[in-house]
């Protein structure tokens, strides 16, 4: 071998340990890297917008993978945690999904029921009646005189949930553009569910009136039904 090829057999041995020592950094690093960030674990994220009070939906989770040392305690892991739960405030898609960004559904009570009715979304609901508040009911009924009287026909009644603005015709039937309204679910004794069905099919309108929390003032009797005769 002549002094050509043992500087070349010499080069080539370091090229050798100079990839072997290359190679040896990058594992460093991996391990490095994987000691810092820890094993990955499930968590959830919004595939869309959720309105506040609305149930999470299937659809509206999708499964995400992060680091476990990055993942926030109160993330939630298991799609389980989600049932009979509501969103608590708007929810923005691709936020990670959290316990306190979710509560429980509001639930009825011994001798409640359930009765939901179209409010027209120009009566002043205007996004504040939430699921939990209280609210008085007021009906307006015209008499075969063509008076009008104004009555409170349920105080005090809880909303157990707010849905969404629904495209209503001046007649009631859906579909029209004329107007929307927003179906209001409530929570009810079986006398004051009839009066609510009462007031939606015969009264000249329907509107809420939200109560200040944690007032459950009744209201008075003679307080209760207003005329304009009566008033002058």
């Known amino acids: 071998m002549n002094s050509?090829?043992?500087?070349?057999?010499?080069?080539l041995l370091l090229s050798v340990l100079c990839a072997l020592g290359a190679f040896a950094g990058v594992l460093s690093v991996i391990s490095d890297v994987e000691s810092k960030v820890g094993p990955e674990v499930t968590a959830y994220r919004l595939a869309k917008d959720v309105p506040a009070y609305r149930a999470?939906?299937?659809?509206?989770?999708?499964?995400?993978?992060?680091?476990?040392?990055?993942?926030p305690e109160t993330a939630i892991t298991d799609l389980r945690d989600l049932e009979g739960k509501?969103?608590?405030?708007?929810?923005?898609?691709?936020?990670?999904?959290?316990?306190?960004?979710?509560?429980?559904?509001p639930e009825l009570r011994k001798g409640e029921q359930e009765i939901a009715i179209m409010i027209d979304a120009a009566t002043g609901v205007a996004g504040k009646i939430r699921s939990g508040?209280?609210?008085?009911?007021?009906?307006?009924?015209?008499?075969?005189?063509?008076?009008?009287?104004?009555?409170?026909?349920?105080?005090?009644?809880?909303?157990?949930?707010?849905?969404?603005?629904?495209?209503?015709s001046r007649d009631g039937e859906r579909g029209d553009r004329d107007?929307?309204?927003?179906?209001?679910?409530?929570?009810?004794?079986?006398?004051?569910?009839?009066r609510v069905a009462f007031a939606e099919s015969f009264a000249v309108n329907v509107r809420l009136a939200l109560v200040a929390p944690g007032d459950d003032t009744a209201i008075p009797e003679n307080q209760r039904t207003y005329t304009l005769v009566g008033d002058k």
């Open 133 to 168: 508040s209280r609210v008085n009911i007021y009906a307006t009924f015209r008499d075969k005189n063509e008076n009008e009287v104004s009555k409170v026909i349920v105080d005090n009644a809880r909303v157990i949930d707010v849905g969404t603005l629904t495209p209503i």
């Open 86 to 105: 509501i969103a608590v405030t708007p929810l923005k898609a691709g936020s990670l999904l959290q316990s306190d960004m979710v509560g429980d559904q």
């Open 4 to 11: 050509r090829q043992r500087r070349g057999v010499i080069l």
């Open 56 to 71: 999470l939906e299937a659809g509206a989770v999708e499964k995400v993978s992060m680091p476990e040392r990055w993942l």
């Open 179 to 194: 107007a929307e309204a927003v179906p209001i679910t409530f929570a009810l004794s079986t006398l004051d569910a009839q």
